[in-house]
C-alpha cells in the first residue's frame, strides 16, 4: 500500500492549508478501517491529530483537543483519499504532518500504513 501525501506549505498564523493523502491498495479486495493524519514537531513526539473511522453505524471523526473547531477531517472513499482541512492556522501547527490508515486486506489481516509526511510552517 502507498499513500501519497500532499498540500504542506508555508503560511502566516491564521492561515489555511488543505492536505491530502491517496491510499493506493496493491491487493483487489480490501477495507480501510481507519485513515488518519498525525503530526511530529521538533523535538516531539508524534502525535494524533484527527482521525476518521469506519463502523457499521457510520464514520466516528475525533480530533486532538488542539484542533478541535479549525480542523476538519475528511475521506472520499470513492478515491481512497483523506482530506485534512486545517483553518486558523497557529505557528504551534507547525510539523511534519502525516497520512495514516489501517487497511485489512485477506492476505495480511489488517495493517497500519504510513505516508511519508509533508512539512506545514506557520509563522507569526
Known amino acids: 500500500v502507498q499513500l501519497q501525501a500532499s498540500g504542506g506549505g508555508s503560511v502566516q498564523a491564521g492561515g489555511s492549508l488543505r492536505l491530502s493523502c491517496a491510499a493506493s491498495?496493491?491487493?483487489?479486495?480490501?477495507?480501510?478501517?481507519?485513515m488518519g493524519w498525525y503530526r511530529q514537531a521538533p523535538g516531539k513526539q508524534r502525535e494524533v491529530v484527527a482521525t476518521d473511522t469506519t463502523t457499521a453505524s457510520g464514520p466516528i471523526i475525533r480530533y486532538t483537543d488542539s484542533v478541535k473547531g479549525r480542523f476538519s477531517i475528511s475521506r472520499d472513499n470513492a478515491k481512497n483519499t483523506v482530506y485534512l482541512q486545517m483553518n486558523s492556522l497557529k505557528p504551534e501547527d507547525t510539523a511534519v504532518y502525516y497520512c495514516?490508515?489501517?487497511?485489512?486486506?485477506?492476505?495480511?489481516?489488517?495493517?497500519?500504513?504510513w505516508g511519508q509526511g509533508t512539512l506545514v510552517t506557520v509563522s507569526s
Open positions: 491498495p496493491s491487493a483487489s479486495f480490501f477495507r480501510i478501517n481507519v
Open positions: 495514516n490508515t489501517n487497511m485489512w486486506t485477506p492476505a495480511t489481516g489488517s495493517v497500519d500504513y
